[in-house]
């Protein structure tokens, strides 16, 4: 079996919490050939847990692209720095595997879109959302019909984010802390939540959204509320509790409501999704929470051979991103803004 030569930009938890395991699964797919981190230590240390020579440990990652022997560079660093080294990646003509969001505002966004015109690389955003079992499976249900047609939904995420600020866990770098990009942890974790709803009911006419604010630097808000009009005619709405946690079971969660029944998911670790019928029957669908990071990496791997598309390209993303802002939009000018249409004038009547 062909492998893929890796190289990595940013060693630190994302990478091996995330991403590690899964290309460590997908042993037969990728082959890390050179690894590069700001804080060369990290680098090193890594380097040496899998046998990789010191010569190809970096601490400038455009010295590593210099290399001729990288088939695909995967990058887990800071929001801030998305920008700057997706651009030499793709101006490089090497092939990228891209955490979300592609840039921190959209004019970035924008110019990556740009740049990938003029450089056709195969570029995968590691979405894991849109490649989580779960939200595959729930669009699968939908699709084939079984609560029939979709009338609206609730979405509640709460995160108690203060509190893991203290623990061995994302919260716990500075730069999520103290953000240096508009939305702080919305833009970064409610990103996932917004791209698994446009997943499932695919584009977006208009957002309406409130938003409590707060004083504390990882979010401007500690509550956001939006109203979402699908452009298939699904309704519904998604909140975002950034400080806090539900204190009651079963959680909010995921509720879909169709003509015929109900989905059901309470958070997605849980490992079942909930069917409801209006005739009185119900199921549960089980699935392996936590897959999406193994997926999304073997869809590259196959797209790379020229055996599938890339399941979120680019062009996918941009409109994720573009959804998070013009929900902070919304908060800040109590307007409703379009998403995937194209018009500038919305009418909530």
């Known amino acids: 079996m062909k492998k893929i030569r890796l190289a990595v930009i940013g060693t630190g938890m994302a990478w091996k919490r995330l991403h590690w ?96 015109k003029k450089h056709p690389v195969n570029i995968m955003v590691a979405e894991n959302y849109r490649y989580n079992d779960e939200i595959n499976k729930i669009r699968d249900i939908i699709n084939q019909g079984k609560i029939g047609d979709v009338i609206y939904f609730i979405n509640h995420n709460a995160v108690d984010f203060e509190n893991q600020m203290t623990k061995n866990t994302f919260a716990a770098t500075e730069w999520r802390q103290h953000p240096q990009f508009k939305g702080g942890t919305f833009l970064d974790a409610g990103l996932h939540d917004i791209a698994a709803m446009r997943h499932i009911f695919g584009k977006v006419d208009y957002v309406y959204a409130m938003g409590q604010p707060q004083q504390e630097d990882f979010s401007p808000y500690i509550s956001v509320n939006s109203q979402i009009k699908f452009s298939n005619g699904v309704i519904g709405q998604y909140s975002y509790y950034t400080d806090g946690k539900e204190t009651q079971r079963p959680l909010i969660g995921f509720r879909i409501f169709g003509n015929k029944g109900e989905i059901y998911l309470e958070e997605r670790r849980c490992g079942t999704i909930n069917i409801t019928y209006r005739d009185g029957g119900s199921e549960q669908i089980t699935y392996r929470p936590e897959r999406g990071y193994f997926n999304e990496l073997l869809n590259f791997y196959n797209s790379l051979l020229g055996n599938e598309e890339i399941a979120v390209t680019p062009e996918v993303e941009y409109g994720d991103v573009k959804m998070v802002f013009n929900i902070l939009k919304s908060i800040k000018d109590n307007k409703a803004y379009p998403v995937d249409t194209k018009t500038n004038e919305i009418s909530l009547v």
């Open 21 to 116: 395991p899964a290309i460590q699964e997908l042993g037969d797919h990728y082959q890390i050939v050179a690894v590069c981190n700001k804080t060369k230590s990290d680098a090193v240390d890594f380097a040496r847990e899998i046998n990789l020579a010191q010569e190809n440990v970096y601490d400038d990652y455009k010295e590593m692209l210099k290399r001729g022997d990288i088939d695909a560079v995967d990058v887990m660093v800071p929001i801030p720095e998305n920008f700057d080294i997706y651009h030499d990646i793709v101006t490089a003509n090497i092939n990228l595997i891209a955490e979300k969001p592609l840039a921190s505002t959209m004019e970035g966004a924008e110019k990556l879109l740009k740049l990938h």
